[in-house]
């Protein structure tokens, strides 16, 4: 599992990249769709592929909680954003500042979902927010002495 994980990361940070060379290309909103009919013609050919069969016509859309619709609107905004920033900071400040927001973002929906808050985690999260702040104080400086020469 911790493979897949790490193979999952390596994802992330490859098709942001991707995404942002080919919105550059075509524009971010055209790259999005782009992004999502293919991603969606992968799905519907691994679905067919896989032993886990899933009956679509048996689904009643009603019965799909609000909340649930809200995952693909988020997922266009993730590319979007992504696609937009992508070109302006590097992968390596890209990736750190999301996993950041996920943290804190996990954080505040355990909270809110399971009503646990860990002292740990904050913490955690919190000593990573301060190594990329003073990381990039030291880039700064290091890029203002490069120019000054």
Known sequence: MIFLAILAGVCIVVSRTINASLAGIIGIFQGT????????????????????????????????????????????LVVVLSSYITPKISAFYLTLLIFIAQLFVGMIIDYLTLNMLSPGKIIGGLLVFAGLTYNLILDNKANKASMDE
Do not use: C, K
């Open 33 to 76: 769709v782009f992004n999502y009919i293919v991603g969606l013609i992968f799905s519907i050919v691994f679905m067919l592929f896989s032993s886990e069969r899933t009956s679509i016509y048996h689904i009643n859309l009603g019965s799909v909680p609000w909340w649930a619709y809200l995952g693909g609107i988020v997922g266009v």
